[in-house]
């Protein structure tokens, strides 16, 4: 099984500043990684896919990047609203595996 | 609008049973990939279930053997079958689906909880 590592898992920022998540892969995966964000009580929303590709409807204040085993998160001005959960995720194979989440908190 | 709605989830004694139900609207059911993805109190997401729109399936180690999914395209419906339930189960079940499972989910539902205990 591929394991996700996600680093931190916990970060508090302002509104304003720039926040980077990281998320290793156990082995290599590609670009098969996928972005989510999740609010207390909501259902994930997926933010990019395919390591990079920001979904439609997502501000491009969001940007991923990375391959094989190492991606990355950047919010690059935090608004209210960025603070929640953010998980990666694993596409590549079964069984799909999630990182175990970064929570964005208010600083 | 593409929409998934789950019924079913209960409170339930361990060793018990349970099925869960997803309707879909609003896209061509048949045609989507769909799963079970569950997340227990305070903890992160866990993919639990796949079906492929050919009936391709996949589980993972923590269910295997004792929950099936399995769809209903005339219906337009996903099921999951849960049977031998451990405190360790309780969770919120989502159910979600998309065109291609490389890309991430394109649609889930709101959750139903499911909450295993004497």
């Known amino acids: 099984d591929i394991q996700m590592t996600q680093s931190p898992s916990s970060v508090s920022a302002s509104v304003g500043d720039r926040v980077t998540i990281t998320c290793r892969a156990s082995?290599?995966?590609?670009?098969?990684l996928v972005w989510w964000q999740q609010k207390p009580g909501k259902a994930p929303e997926r933010l990019i896919s395919?390591?990079?590709n920001l979904q439609s409807g997502v501000p491009s204040r969001f940007r991923g990047s990375g391959f094989g085993t190492d991606f990355i998160l950047t919010i690059s001005s935090l608004q209210p609203e960025d603070f929640a959960t953010y998980y990666c995720?694993?596409?590549?194979?079964?069984?799909?595996?999630f990182g175990q989440g970064t929570r964005l908190e208010i600083k | 609008q593409v929409q998934l709605v789950e019924s079913g989830g209960d409170l339930v004694k361990p060793g018990g049973s349970l099925r869960l139900s997803c309707a879909a609207s609003?896209?061509?059911?048949?045609?989507?990939?769909m799963m079970w993805i569950r997340q227990a109190p305070g903890k992160g997401l866990e993919w639990i279930s796949y079906?492929?729109?050919?009936?391709?399936?996949y589980n993972a180690d923590s269910v295997k053997g004792r929950f099936t999914i399995s769809r209903d395209n005339a219906e337009n419906s996903l099921y999951l079958e849960l049977s031998s339930l451990r405190a360790e189960d309780t969770a919120v079940y989502y159910c979600?689906?998309?065109?291609?499972?490389?890309?991430?989910?394109?649609?889930w539902g709101q959750g139903t909880t499911v909450t295993v205990s004497s």
């Open positions: 979600a689906g998309g065109g291609s499972h490389y890309y991430g989910m394109d649609v």
């Open positions: 609003g896209f061509t059911f048949s045609n989507y990939y």
């Open positions: 395919s390591a990079s």
């Open positions: 082995q290599g995966i590609g670009t098969w």
């Open positions: 995720q694993q596409t590549n194979s079964f069984p799909i595996t």
């Open positions: 079906l492929s729109s050919g009936g391709t399936i």
